[in-house]
């Protein structure tokens, strides 16, 4: 049987869904290029901080006069940064994506048009923000994302996608909001790192976690909600480990699917598995492309919708206690 994983992410033609997601994976284009031998349909860089980058120094790091390359991490800048995304450009027949991270529009503005100079095929705007200002409402927080997106959207000809945290309190609604701001695409989720507490030194501690597969179940809710009602891409992101989370991860209605945890704890060959697995499966089922079953079980197709709503919070207590 002849099978045809190829998919439509950002308008972008990748030849799999899988995508490595922004990570060190692509510091160097020898790993880019064994994650594209491996099957990855395209690539995210590490994310550039706008942290890094302040506002009224832009044109100076771009150049490389500015203060920042006296650092240690100054190749995470943003000209090294423009470098690596032409060098794997070079490189590379697969799509390549830039990642910003952070939430001020002013430095995102004037990135993205470097970016998409340097030859990035799309941007990924990946906001991290904790708001701590008591005074500072819900909606200026996501009015001020929008008009973000709207303008890196407008300052570039190249795909925007957008990822985004899961604590939104109207996700559906902000989901068609920034499909109408220019967004191409949504990533489903953000994964915020949480600090720890040291009790011997009495100080915080920053804790990075690997993803784990339970956490896929909180994207495949929804991926299954959002994928009915707009028209843009969707990719999951997070607690893809094994080539059933990327089947699941389809069914519900994704168009793609992020990959970094799995990458980095088994290397670029598990991406073989992963596609091995996601064949296997389509042949079993007697499904010829990716297009055959995409959202066959999303809210709207699915024999049972209710699933993904509070009827099934209160199912499953009714299980538990029965």
Known sequence: MNLNLATTYLGL????????GASPLCDDADSARRLQDAGAGAVVLRSLFAE???????AAVASGSHPFQEYADYQHAAAPYLRQVSLLKQHLSIPVIASLNGHQRVAWTELAPQFEQAGADAIELNFYE????????ADAIEAEMLATVGAVAAAVNIPVAVKLSPYHSALAQLAEALEIEGAA???LFNRFYQPDIDIEEVK???VLHLSSPEELLLRLRWLAILSPKIRISLAAGGGIHSAADAVKALLTGADAVQLVSVVLRHGPHVLVTILQGIKQWMTA?????LDEFRGRLNHARSK?????ERANYLRVLRSRIT
């Open 304 to 308: 049972d919708p209710a699933a993904f």
């Open 13 to 20: 033609k990748l030849r799999s869904p899988l995508i490595v």
């Open 285 to 289: 089922h007697e499904y010829t492309s």
């Open 204 to 206: 915080v501690r920053p």
């Open 185 to 187: 695409g949504l990533v």
């Open 130 to 137: 904790i708001v701590t200002d008591s005074n500072l409402a």
């Open 52 to 58: 890094q980058v302040p506002a009224p120094s832009l």
